[in-house]
């Protein structure tokens, strides 16, 4: 007959596995939220790059004394 005490010799046997695959999937979820974030800044980078680029044409047109 099995006793208890067997039982209880492996209950945290799994354990360390499971949070090996937690800290996988949290790095995974960090790397796509950062890719995420990069493109989000990529956009925004160049928005700010048209923006520039726009006000420097707008400030060549308007110049008077070039007239």
């Known amino acids: ?5 067997d039982f209880l010799d492996d209950i945290n046997a799994g354990e360390g596995e ?9 790095n995974e979820l ?3 939220e950062a ?14 790059d048209e923006l520039i ?3 420097r044409l ?3 047109l308007d110049d008077e004394d070039d007239w």
């Open 35 to 48: 890719k995420i974030q990069a493109q989000k800044n990529l956009l925004a980078r160049k928005r700010i």
């Open 58 to 60: 707008k400030e060549l």
């Open 18 to 26: 499971n949070e090996h695959i937690i800290d996988i999937e949290a």
């Open 53 to 55: 680029e726009k006000k």
């Open 1 to 5: 007959m099995v006793g208890n005490d």
């Open 30 to 32: 960090a790397d796509k």
